[in-house]
């Protein structure tokens, strides 16, 4: 995934068919959630307890960002740029290098493909890192309204893979019916990747015009094969 870390004043670059629109689903909340976690990245961190500590209370914001329970609020720094922003956390607190911390919420973020309300900027500004989303995300009706779509459109793809009997099997029928529905997200040029929210994100899964970026195809993937129990990382 390539990530921005903002610090004010300063980018620094880091690293067709219907989904069975008649079938219905029933609300899963935190079933799926659970169900499309891994914690794989975490391993990574497991024998620093100031990291472990810090990849669970960034989780937590993620988790509570996902069900809509987080107030997203506007701040204004140095630059005098506005952000919307879902979630802040001491990273001092935890590691004594913002690049610490930045690893480990880019783990957290590839343990957990379903967070679609996840900008690809980190605001770094005054020992804090600030999670930004954009104005599609900022109230809980929205949340709840995409996590609902996109829970629905996960659990229908599964459907494809329901008798198939080996995990490569199944991982080729979520692949294919990936590539074969959903187009790469270009800008008019036709060579430059979109960089909007929803194309690098599962949210992709619920666009108008069925389309991602790298980072998006990747996460999705990874959420639906979670979801039918093939495990998956990034």
């Known amino acids: ?3 921005n870390i903002l610090y004010p004043s300063t980018i620094i670059s880091l690293g067709k068919c219907s989904l069975l629109d008649s079938y219905s689903v029933e609300k ?3 079933y ?3 169900k499309c976690c891994s914690t794989k990245q975490f391993n990574y961190f497991a024998n620093s307890e100031k990291k472990i500590q810090l990849y ?10 996902y069900f809509g329970n987080n107030s997203c609020e506007i701040i204004t720094v140095d630059d005098n740029n506005s952000y919307i922003t879902y979630g802040k956390i001491r990273y001092t607190d935890y590691c004594s290098e913002t690049e610490e911390a930045l690893d480990v919420i880019e783990a957290s973020l590839f343990d ?14 005054d020992e804090y890192l600030y999670f930004l989303t954009d104005e599609t995300c900022d109230e809980k009706s929205e949340i709840d309204s995409i996590r609902e779509k996109i829970e629905d459109a996960i659990k229908k793809i599964s459907i494809y893979t329901e008798n198939v009997s080996t995990d490569i ?9 990936i590539l074969d529905n959903f187009d790469y997200a270009y800008m008019t040029d036709g060579l430059t990747p979109r960089d909007d929210l929803k194309y690098r994100n599962v949210s992709g899964l619920i ?8 980072e998006g195809f990747a996460k999705t993937y990874m959420s639906v094969m979670l979801y039918v129990g093939i495990d998956t990382m990034i």
């Not at 669970?56 to 509570?64: A, H, Q, R």
């Not at 957990?112 to 500004?125: D, E, R, W």
């Not at 099997?169 to 294919?176: K, N, P, S, T």
Request: hydrophobic share 40%; proline share 2%; aromatic share 16%.
């Open 1 to 3: 995934i390539n990530s």
């Open 28 to 30: 899963y909340d935190e």
């Open 32 to 34: 799926i959630w659970e």
């Open 56 to 65: 669970n209370d960034f989780t937590n914001i993620l988790k509570n960002m």
């Open 112 to 125: 957990h493909p379903l967070c679609f309300f996840n900008s690809a900027t980190i605001l770094v500004y």
């Open 169 to 177: 099997d199944r991982a080729l029928v979520i692949h294919d019916y």
């Open 207 to 214: 666009s108008d015009d069925q389309r991602f970026v790298c």
